[in-house]
């Protein structure tokens, strides 16, 4: 739901950075974006369209890299994929931890010509 | 070409976040978060906070809402200074808007600033604005199961409440799937189990809040 301002923030360091180079185009814009970090990547892509008109990254595509939380087990230290239900370890059914991985959330490179 | 960024989608917001922080700590100020869904009682329980604290603590209020000021005018009649952001349809409240907030409004040096929030559950979890304390409000009549679908909410909290619990009876509400949930992704975070409605358990909350306050001035 907070697509909107996620969108301006990738837009203005996109923005700062192809200035701060003086490149005349952006063409591509690679997200990594972990799955706890709850936005919908269509809609980036569809405010980024529409807030990206006249700047240097006009119709650029965004790709996202999306990166799925892990979790450790508490008891057998097993690593392994959040399931969908619930945050129990596929191994021995105890409850597991997040590690960190899933909660991504940055500009990893551009393409600019 | 590529070029090599590497940097966080939300700077922007974090680096304000980081001066709002900044400025309450210089005040002696305790900056509380109050997040939640729509009608889970964080209206509710910030004026039981008012009721409790009032009197021996200074406290400001920032109510963050999508279009009306009803919570704002219950909080003034309390007698307590409140400032109202509107975001127009905003589904949160972010950093900005609190250093708008604070540079409009008298806040007292070591004092106690609740902010509510948007009611949602899911946005306002990625905008730090610089709070000392992200309070989350979960109510029994929700659910149990709401820290497995709102998990990184109930990750970014460092104090929760779970409140109505006086409707506990009426309710298929499974406490130990709701504890299990909130201690998978959280386990340092306190959870105080209260009622607004009949005072049950709210003493207990503002306790611990007291002495946070204390610890910040």
Redesign the interface.
Known sequence: ??E???TQ??L???LT?AKK?G?LKVTEIR?VIGD???IFDESVQMYFNIMSEGTLAQGANLIFKKVVSR?RCTACGNEYDKPK???ECPQCGE????TGVGRE????????? | MEIKIMKNIMEANDRLAAENRALFRDRGMTAVNVMASPGSGKTSVIIQVIKSLGAEIDIGVIEGDIATNIDAETIGRLGIPVYQINTGGGCHLDANMIRMAVQNFTLKKRSLLLIENVGNLVCPSTFDLGEEYKLVIASVPEGHDKPYKYTSMFMAADVIILNKKDLMPYIDFDKDSFYKGVRAVNQKTHVFEISCRTGEGVQTFISWLRERVQEGM
Do not use: C, N, Q, R
Not at chain 1, 105 to 113: A, C, L, N, R
């Open positions: 739901m907070h909107y301002a996620v923030g990738v203005d360091i996109v950075e180079i490149v997200l706890l970090s709850t979790f239900k619930g945050f409850l597991g931890l997040p959330f940055y500009i990893e490179s551009i393409d600019v010509e």
